[in-house]
């Protein structure tokens, strides 16, 4: 079975100040990886993906993530806050090869993080 | 905004009873998904349709069901509801029904059994 963990409820920054948020996997195999944030009274909104490749990946808004498959993470980064930044971001797993049989299936996320950026 | 529309985008309604949740796709996507986001199971996922046929199920009960129309719009049908029902249900779509697809999510029925 397919996991994904963020072991923080809550971050906080200062805005201007960096900011990650954590998120590790498991899989049984090799990972599809995902971040979406959501912002109150809203759906869920991509942010980037891993697929294959150069493990940094950009997203949108200046965010970025780091594929380390030794630590099985995916975190989540971006050079310095702002005060929009603050919303509930999930991470979200899909072991790839899963869809062999014809479908994808969906993802697994996190229990979510609530980042906080403070002026 | 998405472009995948869900409807109602509330919902009150009392246990034993019966409802339909619906779900218009982003133009062109063949694929629909079904998540619940409550506070102690936190983001699930339910179902997958995909051109009509089902294609994987996850979590979902079997009072829960749902199907995919010709127009590529969706409907979760909930039934015998109970209040720890009471949760945001999420309809997401993407253009296939590859892993590495990303999915897009509508605003969310908000759902309040009484």
């Known amino acids: 079975a397919q996991s994904v963990a963020q072991p923080e409820d809550q971050v906080n920054v200062a805005e201007g100040n960096p900011l990650t948020v954590k998120c590790t996997y498991s899989v049984s195999g090799n990972p599809y990886l995902f971040w979406y944030v959501q912002y109150p009274n809203r759906g869920l909104q991509f942010l980037l993906k891993?697929?294959?490749?150069?493990?940094l990946v950009k997203g949108s808004y200046g965010f970025e993530a780091e594929f380390n498959k030794s630590q099985t993470s995916f975190h989540l980064k971006k050079p310095s806050a702002l005060v929009s930044d603050s919303a509930l971001y999930f991470c979200a797993v899909r072991e790839r090869g899963r869809e062999s049989g014809g479908g994808a299936d969906g993802l697994t996320f996190g229990k979510g993080t609530h980042l906080i950026i403070q002026p | 905004d998405s472009g995948v529309t869900q409807t109602p985008k509330h919902l009150i309604t009392a246990t034993g009873q019966r409802v339909t949740l619906r779900c218009s796709p982003r133009?062109?996507?063949?694929?629909v998904y079904w998540y619940q986001q409550s506070l102690d199971q936190g983001l699930q996922f339910l179902i997958q349709y995909y051109n009509g046929e089902e294609r994987a199920k996850g979590n979902i009960l079997e009072r829960f069901s749902a199907q995919q129309f010709p127009d590529l719009h969706s409907e979760l049908n909930l039934s015998s509801l109970e209040l720890g029902d009471s949760a945001l249900y999420f309809c997401?779509?993407?253009?296939?029904?590859?892993?590495?697809?990303?999915?897009?999510f509508g605003p969310g029925t908000r759902l309040t059994v009484l």
């Open positions: 891993y697929i294959t490749g150069d493990n």
């Open positions: 133009s062109g996507d063949l694929s």
């Open positions: 997401a779509s993407s253009v296939w029904a590859r892993g590495y697809n990303e999915q897009f």
